[in-house]
């Protein structure tokens, strides 16, 4: 899509998280952070904070097309990503229509379970996420856990994490970044494969409790440097430097963990900085 004076467009198929740290909340922050213009497709609305989900309520899967819908069919939309679906139904029906709009830059994040270990996504909808989603997402970005999940044996080594992420890309999916967050070691790696190629991206391991919302965090940031024009090994280069700052700065509220710093490095915000 050519732009002249019009800005870039992502848009978020995901959860409202109440507490603002992930979810749409958190893909919204990403997408401006990124001088992206975000729009979004609200699947559930969570009661949630730092500490849990309290409660959660399922959009229905035809008001979740239809946002769909308004927003390619008017404003259009450079790239996708999609955070937590639940169900089935609402994944055949986000599925269908990102093939309907021919949405070719998707970023699938495979939110399954919440920071505080509420599960997300129900564990009848797993199968439909592999046949239905995989397959239209340019590259899927799931944690270790939820890559054991998907490919279904453990990641118990480097060479297993390998075959994860050569299983995942057989499985249609055009690319996956398997992420070392829940991983051990000095450095968090996250590991992409993408046209036959393995990239490691490295950074320091961080001690800090503010972590909510890293997986919708850095999938954002990779589709707004999507919807900006990088390539994909790019994007995922800048958007793990960007989770990186962020979790560094990381916002301390409440008393569970608190949301990374989606405007680290912007000129009119800073944690807990007077202006």
């Not at 952070?33 to 969570?46: F, L």
């Not at 959009?59 to 979740?64: A, D, F, H």
């Not at 060479?159 to 970044?177: C, F, T, W, Y």
């Amino acid at each position: 899509m050519a732009h002249r004076g019009k800005p870039f467009v992502a848009l978020t198929i995901a959860g409202s998280d109440s507490g603002g740290g992930a979810g749409i909340q958190a893909d919204l922050k990403t997408f401006a952070a990124h001088g992206v213009y975000g729009t979004s497709a609200v699947t559930a609305v969570t009661a949630q904070n730092t500490v849990g989900v309290r409660a959660v309520e399922e959009l229905s899967p035809s008001l979740v097309g239809a946002q769909i819908d308004a927003v390619a069919g008017d404003i259009g939309v450079d790239a996708a990503k999609t955070g937590m679906l639940s169900s089935s139904a609402i994944i055949e029906v986000v599925a269908t229509k990102l093939g309907e709009h021919r949405l070719d830059k998707v970023v699938v994040d495979p939110v399954m379970v919440a920071k505080s270990g509420d599960r997300l996504l129900e564990a009848s909808a797993i199968q439909a996420l592999r046949d239905r989603l995989l397959p239209r997402a340019l590259v899927v970005t799931p944690n270790l856990p939820e890559a054991e999940t998907l490919v279904g044996f453990p990641l118990d080594g480097e060479e297993a994490v390998r075959r994860a992420a050569e299983r995942l890309v057989e499985m249609g999916a055009g690319a996956a970044v398997v992420k070392g967050g829940h991983g051990g070691g000095a450095e968090s790696v996250d590991l992409l494969y993408w046209k036959g190629r393995f990239r490691a991206y490295r950074a320091p391991r961080q001690k800090t409790r503010n972590t909510h919302g890293t997986g919708c965090t850095f999938s954002a940031a990779i589709a707004a440097e999507l919807a900006r024009g990088a390539d994909l090994e790019r994007a995922v280069e800048l958007a793990k430097d960007y989770l990186t700052a962020a979790l560094a700065r990381g916002i301390s509220l409440g008393s569970g963990h608190g949301p990374v710093d989606h405007f680290v490095g912007c000129t009119f915000w800073g944690s807990g900085e007077p202006p």
